[in-house]
């Protein structure tokens, strides 16, 4: 199973980091900037799971993960920008192919540059399938103010209203609002930095038995090093989520209550001109009153891209 991706956005910049330059064209302080990356790899999950259904197979399974990633970066003047960009993702099992997942996101941030502080607009949509079948839709948008507290302080903060749509199971749809912060304190720049994250989360679900109000705190630390010549990047990160859910479960006679953990480590080096290889490896552990969400589970994969 293809372990979620968060991204914050610090400013178009920073979207852009990556192998090396797109194509770029200009005219006056207006430019266009396109990119492509193309992603291949395979991992082991020790325990195949859908966490949008509650449902875990205590089983472990190998999988090839292919993804496609298209960016468009407008800068319209001096204060004002746009990211588009459009993922495709398809993982794809050997024993439990009823799960092969097909995930497409569209998503745009709007940007606007206004001197200590900036603010801008993210709109996400994403479809993705189950064996080929309909299986979830799902809206974001989320409004946020960031900018620089000090020479090495950047703070971000924003509110996240999403709508989600289950077909296997429509008591499961849901609308939720957020608030979210991060803090990030650049070490050696983006060389070497930290970022410490909170939120909390209120989802309203068809069903008042999936209701629930979630708090979650995160650390992650990114370190770039030279090695024969090249930039390594590693990656740890530590995420924890607590889960009160507002009404009684009847398969368990209470309310539901579930306290998450999850631990990453991740590596990419360079290869060949604009490619790279990564490695990484996963833990979750996962403690509930609800059986089928109690369980730990770990990861461990690789991955090529390569970007033009």
Aim: include cysteine; aromatic fraction near 16%; charged fraction near 25%.
């Amino acid at each position: 199973m293809t372990w979620p991706v968060h991204t914050v956005c610090l400013s178009c910049a920073f979207l852009m980091g990556g192998l090396l330059a797109p194509v770029v064209l200009a005219s006056g302080n207006a430019s266009t900037e396109f990119s492509v990356e193309l992603g291949v790899g395979a991992e082991y999950d020790s325990n195949v799971s859908v966490d949008e259904l509650d449902a875990s197979s205590n089983e472990g399974d190998y999988a090839t993960v292919v993804d496609v990633e298209l960016q468009l970066d407008q800068r319209f003047n001096d204060t004002l920008d746009m990211a588009v960009t459009y993922d495709f993702s398809q993982s794809n099992y050997d024993q439990f192919s009823r799960l092969d997942r097909q995930t497409h996101l569209l998503g745009v941030d709007l940007g606007a540059d206004l001197g200590a502080v900036n603010s801008g607009l993210s709109l996400y949509y994403i479809h993705a399938r189950l064996d080929g079948q309909e299986f979830l839709e799902y809206y974001r948008a989320s409004p946020y103010l960031s900018g620089f507290l000090s020479k090495k302080w950047f703070a971000r903060g924003a509110y996240v209203f999403s709508d989600k749509g289950i077909e296997q199971n429509p008591g499961r749809d849901a609308d939720s609002h957020a608030a979210e912060m991060d803090f990030y304190y650049f070490r050696r720049g983006l060389r070497s930095y930290f970022n410490l994250g909170f939120k909390y989360k209120d989802e309203d679900a068809v069903e008042d038995r999936f209701d629930y109000s979630a708090s979650n705190v995160k650390l992650r630390y990114v370190h770039r090093f030279k090695v024969a010549g090249k930039t390594l990047k590693t990656g740890f990160s530590w995420r924890y989520e607590y889960r009160d859910y507002s009404s009684i479960t009847p398969s368990i006679g209470e309310e539901r209550e579930d306290k998450r953990h999850r631990w990453n480590i991740d590596i990419e080096y360079p290869m060949l001109e604009n490619g790279a290889i990564a490695l990484y490896t996963g833990y979750a552990d996962y403690t509930s009153n609800f059986p089928s969400s109690d369980y730990d589970q770990y990861v461990v994969g690789t991955r090529f891209s390569y970007r033009w």
